[in-house]
């Protein structure tokens, strides 16, 4: 029985001020779009800030407190599937909350330069930015950003292999580029090494090293599937983490650093699909 856990939604970003370009997920689906110039964001938003109508006269900003409005343009910007653009059912990456493309609607920072000015880290900071495995280019991804939105990212999340995972993962975290406050990655049940047969999930030691060169970096989540033979088993077995059972089927485990505090947990009790 395959299990999945459930899911936040993921991001699409607007890589430049006023020229919003959705990325979907996984990029397949999607050409590769070309860097725009560091240097675009800072002289609009400096044009922005100089030369912008107060809008005084707007109910949405004379009558509606700053909080509210915040909350009521992070609903306007939060990603959506795309349905038009569903993923093939045997691929990989299709999966519960993942069946279709994701996008943005970015008219919203069209509206007026105030506007604008608000809600521009909004996208960056209220949607997850996914990653699956060699389907996408982190570095490539986070390049397009401008220094103050990498600034602003939340929530990066990998679905990765194994063996990326041991392998090429210490060397993405260590992308200066990309500065999330929050990292999950999720290893499915045919990630894990020879999940064909019964052995005991193993990880390697030494796949976090990378993770002391995210300077902004909180938490770290590690998610764990498997199959339902295999549930009961230990499913992590790394010698620095102290493991600790909260209860059954579920592992939280916490490595000890000064800055950032990481936390891994898995919890297999949100598994909602059999097959």
Not at 36 to 61: G, N, R
Not at 97 to 113: K, T
Not at 226 to 244: A, G
Request: aromatic letters at 10%.
């Amino acid at each position: 029985m395959a299990t999945f856990s459930k899911r936040t939604r993921r991001n699409v970003i607007l890589p430049s001020p006023l020229a919003p370009r959705n990325v979907i997920f996984p990029s397949p689906f999607a050409p590769e779009p070309r860097p725009l110039p560091s240097s675009l964001a800072p002289e609009l938003i400096a044009q922005f800030l100089a030369d912008h109508d107060k809008q005084d006269q707007c109910p949405l900003f004379d009558r509606i407190p700053a909080e509210v409005r915040n909350i009521i343009f992070i609903y306007a910007l939060l990603s959506y599937e795309d349905l038009s653009v569903r993923f093939p059912d045997d691929a990989h990456y299709s999966r519960p909350e993942y069946r279709h493309a994701s996008r943005i609607d970015p008219r919203l920072l069209q509206a007026c330069r105030l506007i604008y000015l608000e809600t521009r880290f909004l996208p960056v900071m209220a949607d997850e930015h996914v990653f699956c495995r060699y389907a996408s280019n982190p570095a490539q991804y986070f390049a397009r950003l401008s220094e103050e939105q990498k600034d602003h990212v939340d929530r990066v999340h990998f679905f990765t292999q194994q063996y990326y995972l041991e392998g090429e993962f210490p060397r993405i975290c260590a992308l200066p580029n990309m500065r999330p406050r929050s990292l999950k990655v999720t290893l499915r049940h045919g990630d894990w090494w020879n999940w064909e047969s019964n052995n005991p999930l193993r990880l390697k030691d030494g796949w976090t090293v990378g993770l002391k060169n995210s300077k902004r970096l909180q938490e770290v989540i590690l998610e764990l599937e498997t199959m339902e033979r295999d549930k009961e088993q230990p499913p992590i077995r790394s010698t620095p983490l102290p493991i600790v059972y909260t209860k059954k089927s579920t592992l939280s485990a916490t490595v000890g650093c000064s800055a950032p505090q990481v936390t891994l947990s898995s919890n297999a009790n949100g598994w909602v699909r059999a097959g």
